[in-house]
C-alpha cells in the first residue's frame, strides 16, 4: 500500500506563491506517474497537473498553464506543484494522486490514479 501526505499549503494573497510537495510511503512508486488535482467548496474535483515517470513529461488544466509547474525528483518527495502568480479562483483543497507501478503516463481523469492524499488547504486572498 502507498500513502501520500501533501505540506505546503497555506494562506497567500494574490500574486503570490506556494509551493506542494507530496511525500511517499510504503510502497515504492516505482514506474508511477503522478498528478495533482484540486477541489474547491461545492465543486467536483478538477485536474491541475500531471507528470509521467521517466522522461517527466507534463501536462496541466488550461486554467494553470504558465502559472503552476508540476517537477518530481523520484524520492522522498516524489512530486512538487510550485504555483506561481496564484488567483483567488485557486483557493480549493489540493491532492496528490499516484498511479499505479507500471501506469507511467499522466492523464487528466481522476479515475485513473490509484493512490490519494488526505489533500492540502490552498487559500488566496483577494
Known amino acids: 500500500q502507498v500513502q501520500l501526505v501533501e505540506s505546503g499549503g497555506g494562506l497567500v494573497q494574490a500574486g503570490g506563491s506556494l509551493r506542494l510537495s507530496c511525500a511517499a510511503s510504503g510502497r515504492t512508486l516505482s514506474s508511477s506517474a503522478m498528478g495533482w488535482f484540486r477541489q474547491a467548496p461545492g465543486k467536483e474535483r478538477d485536474f491541475v497537473a500531471a507528470i509521467n515517470w521517466g522522461v517527466g513529461t507534463t501536462n496541466y488544466a488550461d486554467s494553470v498553464k504558465g502559472r503552476f509547474t508540476i517537477s518530481r525528483d523520484n524520492a522522498k518527495n516524489p512530486v512538487y506543484l510550485q504555483m506561481n502568480s496564484l488567483k483567488p479562483e485557486d483557493t480549493a483543497v489540493y491532492y496528490c494522486?499516484?498511479?499505479?507501478?507500471?501506469?507511467?503516463?499522466?492523464?487528466?481523469?481522476?479515475?485513473?490514479?490509484?493512490?490519494w492524499g488526505q489533500g492540502t488547504q490552498v487559500t488566496v486572498s483577494s
Open positions: 494522486a499516484a498511479r499505479k507501478p507500471g501506469r507511467w503516463i499522466g492523464t487528466s481523469n481522476s479515475n485513473d490514479y490509484d493512490y
